[in-house]
T-cell receptor, first 115, second 112 residues
Framework: AQKVTQAQTEISVVEKEDVTLDCVYETRDTTYYLFWYKQPPSGELVFLIR??????QNEISGRYSWNFQKSTSSFNFTITASQVVDSAVYFCALSLRGANSKLTFGKGITLSVRP | KAGVTQTPRYLIKTRGQQVTLSCSPISGHRSVSWYQQTPGQGLQFLFE???????NKGNFPGRFSGRQFSNSRSEMNVSTLELGDSALYLCASSPEPNTEAFFGQGTRLTVV
C-alpha cells in the first residue's frame, strides 16, 4: 500500500524567508505520480504540480520549486521569498497508475507567513 | 473555463437522515473523484468515477454511495447519517484518471 509522510505539521516564517516543505512517499510500484496541493482557508484544494516517477527533473515555477529524488523517495517543495498569501495548508499526494489511481494524501503542513 | 462546482456549499442534517451532494466537473473532464476531509483522519478517498463507471472505492461503509451521469456530473449520497460523517466533502475533476485533479470548494456537512 502506498503512503505519504509529511513530518512537519506546522511551520511559521517571516515574510521573504525561504521555506521548504518536506514530503516522503512509499510505494512498491515503479510508475506513480506525485502532487502538491495548497488549501487556503476557503477550503478548496489548489493544484500546484504533478510529477511522474520517470521525470526526476526539478521544476521551478516563479517562487515555487520542487525537488524530486527517487533515491530518498522524497518530493520536497520550496517557496522562495515567502509572502503572507502563501499562508495555507500544503498537501503532498501520491497516485498509482491503473485502477488504483486514487490520491493518497499526507497529513498536510500548515504554513504561516508573518508580515 | 468554469472550475469544479459543488453544491450545496454548506449543509446541516440530523442523525439518521440522508444527504445528496452534487459535483459538476470541468467541461470536458470525464473523471470525478470524491474525498472526505476531517481534522482527525485528514483527506480520505471515497470513490472515483470515469465514464459513468465506478473505478475505485475507498474504505467507507455502504452508507456512502455515488454515481456519475452521462454528462460527467456526479452525486454522492450518504444514508443514515452519523455524527462522524460531519466533514468537508471534496470533489475532484480530471480529464482522465491519473491526470491533474482539480478540486471544487467542497461541501461542508454538519450532522447534529
Amino acid at each position: 500500500a502506498q503512503k505519504v509522510t509529511q513530518a512537519q505539521t506546522e511551520i511559521s516564517v517571516v515574510e521573504k524567508e525561504d521555506v521548504t516543505l518536506d514530503c516522503v512517499y512509499e510505494t512498491r510500484d515503479t510508475t506513480y505520480y506525485l502532487f502538491w496541493y495548497k488549501q487556503p482557508p476557503s477550503g478548496e484544494l489548489v493544484f500546484l504540480i504533478r510529477r511522474n516517477s520517470f521525470d526526476e527533473q526539478n521544476e521551478i515555477s516563479g517562487r515555487y520549486s520542487w525537488n524530486f529524488q527517487k533515491s530518498t523517495s522524497s518530493f520536497n517543495f520550496t517557496i522562495t521569498a515567502s509572502q503572507v498569501v502563501d499562508s495555507a495548508v500544503y498537501f503532498c499526494a501520491l497516485s498509482l497508475r491503473g485502477a488504483n489511481s486514487k490520491l493518497t494524501f499526507g497529513k498536510g503542513i500548515t504554513l504561516s507567513v508573518r508580515p | 473555463k468554469a472550475g469544479v462546482t459543488q453544491t450545496p456549499r454548506y449543509l446541516i442534517k440530523t442523525r439518521g437522515q440522508q444527504v445528496t451532494l452534487s459535483c459538476s466537473p470541468i467541461s470536458g473532464h470525464r473523471s470525478v473523484s470524491w474525498y472526505q476531509q476531517t481534522p482527525g483522519q485528514g483527506l480520505q478517498f471515497l470513490f472515483e468515477y470515469f465514464s459513468e463507471t465506478q473505478r475505485n472505492k475507498g474504505n467507507f461503509p455502504g452508507r456512502f454511495s455515488g454515481r456519475q451521469f452521462s454528462n460527467s456530473r456526479s452525486e454522492m449520497n450518504v444514508s443514515t447519517l452519523e455524527l462522524g460523517d460531519s466533514a468537508l466533502y471534496l470533489c475532484a475533476s480530471s480529464p482522465e484518471p491519473n491526470t491533474e485533479a482539480f478540486f471544487g470548494q467542497g461541501t461542508r456537512l454538519t450532522v447534529v
